[in-house]
């Protein structure tokens, strides 16, 4: 293996690839790179066996080949390059990189053993936007359980419809939906794991095309610069289109900022989570408590429009902040049902695809 790379194009490259690999385990090989100088591309592939990072770059090839080489070691070398010009090349067991007047030896280890990334399954492929599948990410995976015990529901699922894709997040206390379209016939109904989801968005740029398919236990997605293969969550998934209400009795328009600076003072007498904060609808008024037996009471009001009843919920207030923050624009719909009931937030947008889900909680 022989070639030449700039030393920025190394350093994004290497950047992308770290954060798959597993820094301690007892599998020494997972702590490696696995590089492969290959026609015109410099590939690099990270894993913690979960989750499987192939990345890749234009270089200069002069000789083809692959080296396993300490992932951490090399990245932190990239980082100190004084030339922008890279020379790699594998001499017997030692890879050697020179850089200007500087000049590295690093050992290596058997490409043979690195653990190998799976085929991309193309006959069950589809296409989605870079730009919808981040922001998919970006407004669900905040309402994905953070218990360990709840495994199924620690990832966001991906549910193919006809045309489209729902990516579905849900800790049994709230949710969050949010629909993309895609193109293709490839099917999926998988969960997947919050640490791919996190590598996928470091991958994305935002403006790119993303291939996506799913085996039995496997879910990939692919672009001409990578590929991320991650292991499935295995278990059932809640029916999430059975906790959505298709109906309700009041909704009221919030002005987004204001809404959470209100939410986020009342609850700032609370220490610690949940913080309780009750809702009560007056007449074209919004009153938000908080209350703590320790630190006292807080209120505040705020405009709605609204004519009827006096209507009071409870809700843990970090559940609202998070539900509404990731929304898009500069209002937000709120539509109740009971006090007792599930509570919808949404866009004021028509054609915007998000959807929150937050249950109530009882205030005394």
Not at 60 to 74: D, H, I, M, P, R
Not at 302 to 316: A, C, D, H, R, T
Request: hydrophobic letters at 40%.
């Amino acid at each position: 293996m022989e070639l030449v790379i700039d030393k920025t194009d190394l350093q994004n490259l290497l950047k992308k690839a770290i954060s798959a690999t597993e820094k301690k385990s007892a599998l020494p090989i997972l702590s490696n790179f696995l590089l492969e100088a290959k026609e015109d591309r410099l590939i690099v592939q990270g894993t913690d066996l979960e989750v499987h990072v192939s990345v890749s770059v234009f270089a200069k090839v002069e000789k083809e080949g692959t080296a396993c080489v300490n992932a951490k070691k090399l990245t932190d070398i990239s980082r100190l390059l004084p030339s922008s010009e890279v020379y790699i090349k594998l001499e017997d067991s030692t890879l050697k990189i020179k850089s200007g007047k500087t000049k590295y030896n690093l050992p290596v280890v058997p490409s043979e053993d690195f653990p190998m990334m799976y085929p991309f399954p193309e006959d069950n492929a589809f296409i989605v936007s870079g730009d919808e599948i981040q922001k998919a990410i970006s407004k669900t995976s905040y309402a994905a359980s953070k218990e360990e015990t709840r495994f199924a529901l620690q990832g966001v699922l991906f549910k193919s419809l006809d045309g489209s894709m729902d990516l579905v997040a849900t800790d049994g206390h709230r949710l969050a939906l949010y629909t993309i379209d895609r193109n293709g016939k490839g099917e999926v109904n998988i969960i997947v794991p919050q640490k791919a989801l996190n590598e996928l968005k470091k991958l994305l740029t935002g403006f790119e095309d993303v291939e996506m398919a799913a085996s039995d236990q496997y879910v990939f997605f692919r672009t001409k610069e990578w590929v991320l293969m991650s292991r499935l969550l295995e278990g059932a998934f809640p029916d999430y289109t059975k906790v959505i209400p298709q109906e309700f009795s009041i909704e009221i328009k919030v002005d987004k900022k204001e809404f959470l600076d209100a939410v986020k003072r009342v609850s700032a007498v609370i220490e610690g989570d949940p913080k309780p904060v009750k809702l009560t609808l007056k007449e074209n008024t919004l009153e938000l408590v908080s209350r703590s037996s320790e630190y006292g009471e807080a209120t505040d009001e705020l405009p709605v429009e609204y004519q009827g009843e006096e209507f009071s919920i409870g809700f843990n207030a970090r559940y609202l902040i998070e539900a509404v923050e990731v929304i898009d624009g500069d209002n937000a719909l709120i539509r109740f049902t009971s006090p007792n009931a599930q509570t919808l937030i949404l866009p004021e947008d028509e054609t915007d695809r998000y959807r929150a889900i937050v249950m109530p909680m009882e205030i005394t």
